[in-house]
């Protein structure tokens, strides 16, 4: 195992859950943030509102912890947003799979750690049905994770590669 991966977990378990609202808290604060299950609208203001947190109390960072299939886009962008805006570091743990849109969020952080054996990518957009979205939007998905790569340090490429 890497050794960045180590002290992540290291940080994630020490300062680890979610800080309950009102308590006092302050930059040794990590907020970790559980991304499971199918990616929803109702995911977002969940995030929105765990970015806000972190940066109210002056936390140190905020971890997503993954484990994803993926899910809705819209939700997936409204997060991505929250995210990039956020004031406080914001890292991913992909700690079995960051398919889709949970690929999208992984790369909208600082950084990406993944755990041995885990997967990231097929974010090819589908409609409700399974079916390939039209070129349009698979091509504006695809600018959109080369876009969001770039801003973190990744390589543009390989996300553009996660839409083909």
Same mark, same amino acid.
């Given at each position: ?16 859950? !979610?800080? &309950?609202?009102?308590?006092?808290? #302050? =930059?040794?604060? &990590? ?32 971890? !997503? ?29 992909? #700690? ?7 690929? !999208? ?46 801003? #973190?340090? !990744?390589?543009? =490429? ?7």
């Amino acid at each position: 195992m890497s050794r960045q991966f180590m002290v992540l977990i290291a940080i994630a378990g020490t300062l680890g859950a !979610l800080a &309950v609202p009102g308590t006092v808290q #302050n =930059e040794s604060t &990590v907020y970790r943030v559980p991304v499971t299950g199918e990616i929803e609208l109702g995911l977002a203001p969940y995030i929105q509102r765990a970015v806000k947190e972190a940066a109210e109390v002056g936390a140190a960072a905020l971890i !997503l912890d993954i484990d994803t299939p993926g899910g809705r886009v819209d939700a997936a962008e409204i997060i991505s947003d929250a995210l990039t805006d956020s004031e406080v570091p914001v890292y991913s743990l992909v #700690n079995r799979r960051a398919y889709s849109a949970g690929a !999208l969020i992984a790369l909208s952080t600082s950084r990406i750690y993944m755990r041995p054996a885990s997967v990231i990518g097929a974010a090819t957009p589908v409609d409700g049905t399974g079916t390939k979205a039209p070129e349009k939007i698979v091509s504006a998905m695809r600018s959109q994770m080369r876009a969001l790569a770039e801003s #973190n340090g !990744l390589e543009p =490429e390989v996300a553009a590669a996660m839409v083909d």
